[in-house]
């Protein structure tokens, strides 16, 4: 059974950043594909930045430029670097494999508000 663990979020205020991590427990990890999803108030879940197991890094056309992920397979953990945060990336953000396993972690919540 793999367990998946975020944490990291918080209160930030337009133009703030903020760095996610998940830690992954169980399974295996360095040869799975690995992402940042996140799930807006009314809005369905939406993966944002996923990174391969060859280390190639790819992004939403949303959060482009501005948020990054980066993984240790040692550490089995993942995580997502955002910086100029805007109010509409409020979400609960979750991690896991790509394409995602049937469970999820708890998430970390993440609100942008002045």
């Known amino acids: 059974q793999v367990t998946l663990v975020e944490s990291g979020g918080g209160l930030v205020q337009p133009g703030g950043s903020l760095r996610l991590s998940c830690a992954v427990s169980?399974?295996?990890?360095?040869?799975?594909?690995m992402g940042w999803y996140r799930q807006a108030p009314g809005k369905e879940r939406e993966l944002v930045a996923g990174?391969?197991?060859?280390?190639?890094?790819g992004y939403g056309d949303s959060v482009k430029g501005r948020f990054t992920i980066s993984r240790d397979n040692a550490k089995k953990t993942v995580w997502l670097q955002m910086n100029s945060l805007k109010p509409e990336d409020t979400a609960v953000y979750y991690c896991?494999?790509?394409?995602?396993?049937?469970?999820w972690g708890q998430g970390t919540q993440v609100t942008v508000s002045s």
């Open positions: 896991n494999r790509i394409p995602s396993y049937a469970y």
């Open positions: 169980g399974g295996t990890f360095s040869g799975n594909n």
């Open positions: 990174i391969y197991s060859t280390g190639y890094q």
